[in-house]
């Protein structure tokens, strides 16, 4: 059971970025998943959560009308669209698998399942 995140890279403020979570021995239609990232010194930080089969997503406020998560079930994928970049979205990011969003991003501690992070650095 695997989680691989990927898609990061530098982009300078006000770029955009796409990152993929790909599952791999897990079908991730069945689950909730969120996307983290955590940058150094920080504790890690809930961005968005998408509930299985694409019933609703919810996003943190800081990044709400910027970032949107989407699934592709024939590819076993889920996407984080990260549009309008600032310098204070620098971090890794990381996607991970829960039964549910329970109402919200969550916390990371509900999560199960965990992909390796995709650095993502943003330039002022």
């Known amino acids: 059971v695997q989680l691989q995140a990927s898609g990061g890279g530098l982009v300078q403020a006000g770029g955009s970025l796409r990152l993929s979570c790909v599952g791999s021995?897990?079908?991730?239609?069945?689950?909730?998943i969120g996307w983290f990232r955590q940058a150094p010194g920080k504790e890690r930080e809930g961005v968005s959560c998408?509930?299985?089969?694409?019933?609703?997503?919810y996003y943190a406020d800081s990044v709400k009308g910027r970032f949107t998560t989407s699934r592709d079930s024939a590819k076993n994928t889920v996407y984080l669209q990260m549009n309008s970049l600032k310098a204070e979205d620098t971090a890794n990011y990381y996607c991970?698998?829960?039964?549910?969003?329970?109402?919200?991003?969550?916390?990371?501690?509900?999560?199960?399942?965990w992909g390796q992070g995709t650095l993502v650095t943003v330039s002022s």
């Open positions: 991970a698998a829960a039964g549910d969003c329970y109402g919200g991003v969550g916390h990371y501690t509900q999560y199960d399942h």
């Open positions: 998408i509930k299985a089969w694409g019933g609703g997503t």
């Open positions: 021995g897990l079908t991730l239609d069945y689950y909730a």
